[in-house]
Nanobody
């Protein structure tokens, strides 16, 4: 199993980023997927999930209305569109298998991509 995140960077508050996660080594289209993040000095936090059919999405309250999770099964890729970014969104973002809290303990997680929101 290989999960490779990309798309992070430095952005000003109010800005946008689009994260991607390329998946290999397992049947991506059959897998529920999530994004989780970790801010410096804090625990891993679940952010958003999408089921394997792509017809169910769920978000942690702090990102509702600002983030959108999506998947492209033809390209084995998971995305996270992040708009209206806030400083508290900063951290390392990981994609992982599983839905909601299950993703926090998934044995399959990428190496992460750094998101820094700062003026």
């Amino acid at each position: 199993v290989q999960l490779v995140e990309s798309g992070g960077g430095l952005v000003q508050p109010g800005g946008s980023l689009r994260l991607s996660c390329a998946a290999n080594g397992f049947t991506f289209r059959l897998s529920d997927m999530s994004w989780v993040r970790q801010a410096p000095g804090k625990d891993l936090e679940w952010v958003s999930s999408i089921n394997n059919r792509g017809d169910f999405t769920v978000y942690t309250d702090s990102v509702k209305g600002r983030f959108t999770i999506s998947r492209d099964d033809a390209k084995n890729t998971l995305h996270l569109q992040m708009n209206s970014l806030k400083t508290e969104d900063s951290g390392v973002y990981y994609c992982a298998t599983g839905l909601t809290s299950v993703a926090l303990t998934s044995p399959f997680r990428g190496q992460g991509t750094q998101v820094t929101v700062s003026s």
